[in-house]
């Protein structure tokens, strides 16, 4: 039975916390520079989409599906807002408006068709293709300008390790977190991605929850896309695209698994903050981000191979 | 009706661009068009197994690339050495596409998180390898395979597609193999019970997928003649689409070999056509992912009205 108490998958998901305490310690230690409160701000600002499209791929991953395009509708996030002409007839928030609306759109999509039958990889994969083709017709180039407004309140700095963006994606946490553990909607996600049939024949509306999953990673989707504006102050269609297979890992390392049902944001958390951590510490230990390509690559193998070592439902992988 | 979408998709599509190109009908254009799809063609071919085996390779384009940047630094202008390099290149290929297999079948990992960490790591050490800005270009054996025809008329490549197919076709329809993919790709318990060997059926077929990635990264150098990062990118997409058009099931068990070539061929007259309509890349890429979303939709609800 999958259909526990929240608390269920905190517990399942502490002994991350020790690794990355772990790391935490390591990095700390082997490099001065690691702890210091400007270079936890740099971390945390640069956590903060990955944990936003993490967060979001949960629900995905949850119901046995994966999420490709989130990095595609980040990209072309940071494309409309790009477009300049568009505030001078909706204001400086006019564009949000509009890229939450597409998100939206796109979530519902993919929800629909996925619910449909079509498999989500290549769903999500024509859709990522779809969406690019879209920032690449509104920017084929790197450039342009945000708003100021908007962009100065993405990137800005409250003191200490505290940020905008840092406090906006612990907040897209918090809120996703309690939707998940806290209310039944969470419960029907997770009786939903463990036996779609059973939970049709008990009454849930499953094919609303697979499109609300897919929505809500869409616009994860698009909260990331602002907080690279905040990052890179114009519109870039291709900044987004390694978020994609950044947040799947996340998940993944997070211990949520792709049987359905299993797992939960709280090892998500984990699995971002693992991820940003070695990534930054990696960086200041001068190590080429050539090969980060290949320990990215390979912490994603390790780790959907030491939750499937722990899980004790190994009898049935037979597949 | 299932079984003639496919062709019947090609043929609209031959038909449109017939009508906005009628100069794009003529025999030796066409062969052009069928020599450029060479490289996609061998992809999907090896994509083709792993999807009728039930997986998925999300490394291919990785491979790809790391064939392309491998065979012209070891090359780097001397034919002589062409041998050599292919027998390595396809030794890397090899290698890389058993580990997938052997990961995914012994391992338990599901099929597209192995392939996409695999492809990441691909990709990195491509760049290690060429630290950024690779080198060399590919000469002899290589250029002539891609560029040169056959008594002036038919492309080679095109010859030695047709030789990859018909292998390929053979082992699939003609052999215990082939049996045992489409028993394993149908229903892997079933096939476990009836004393098929599941594990190494899918290895076997990722580790042809890995081969033929390799191959169809040789040809495309040829193509290209020189080293250039990221050349295999798309072919991730472009393969599994191909495989999609032809009508095979995610499921596995279920697809023909000669359906993903017609797909692969959709395709690239596809690009053709949008190209001759002087569609820019983002336009390309919006009908692209259009047209996946739909064919798959499309193929989704025959199988339910086949039910």
Partial sequence: ?319 | MKEWTPYILLGLLIAVLGIFSPSSMHISHLLTVLAQAAPLIIVAIGQSFVIFVGGIDLSVGSVISLANVLACSLISGDASRTGTTILICLAVGLAIGTINGFAISYGFIPDFVMTLGMGAVIQGVTYIFTKGSPVGNVEGFLLTLANDRFLGIIPWSVIFVALVFALAFFMLNGTRYGRKLYATGGNATAAVLSGINVRLVKTIAYAISGVLSVTGGLLLSGFVRVASVGIGADYVLYSIAAVILGGASFAGGIGKLQNSIVGALTLVFLTNLLTILRVGQPGKFIVQGSVIIAIAYLYVTMKGENQ
């Fill in chain 1, 1 to 319: 039975m999958k259909f526990n108490s929240s608390y269920i998958f905190v517990k399942r998901s502490i002994p991350l916390y020790f690794i990355l305490l772990g790391i935490f310690v390591v990095a700390s230690a082997s490099t001065d520079h690691f702890f210091t409160s400007e270079n936890i701000l740099n971390v945390l600002v640069q956590l903060s989409p990955l944990l936003v499209v993490a967060c979001g791929q949960t629900f995905v991953v949850l119901l046995q599906g994966i999420d490709i395009s989130v990095g595609a509708v980040a990209s072309l996030t940071t494309t409309v807002l790009a477009l300049g002409s568009f505030e001078h007839f909706f204001g400086a928030w006019g564009p949000m408006f509009l890229i939450v609306v597409l998100g939206v759109a796109i979530g519902f999509l993919n929800g629909l068709m996925i619910y449909k039958g079509v498999t989500p990889i290549i769903m999500t994969l024509g859709s990522s293709v779809l969406v690019k083709g879209i920032a690449l017709g509104l920017r084929p180039v790197p450039g342009g300008n945000v708003s100021f407004t908007i962009a100065e309140f993405f990137c800005k700095e409250l003191g200490w390790i505290f940020s905008v963006p840092f406090l906006i994606s612990i907040t897209w946490f918090s809120i996703l977190a309690f939707l998940l553990h806290f209310t039944r909607f969470g419960k029907y996600v997770y009786a939903t991605g463990a036996d779609r049939d059973v939970s049709n024949k008990a009454g849930i509306n499953t094919m609303k929850i697979t499109i609300l999953a897919y929505i809500l990673s869409s616009v994860s989707g698009v909260l990331a896309g602002l907080l690279l504006v905040g990052q890179i102050w114009s519109g870039d269609a291709l900044i987004g695209e390694k978020l994609s297979l950044d947040s799947v890992t996340a998940v993944l390392v997070g211990g949520t698994t792709f049987e359905g049902g299993v797992g939960g944001l709280f090892g998500t958390l984990a699995g971002a903050f693992i991820l940003s951590i070695m990534s930054n510490v990696l960086n200041m230990m001068n190590i080429f981000s050539y090969y980060q390509y290949v320990i990215k690559g390979l912490i994603l193998i390790f780790s959907i191979f030491l939750s499937l070592r722990l899980s004790s439902r190994k009898e049935k992988s037979i597949r």
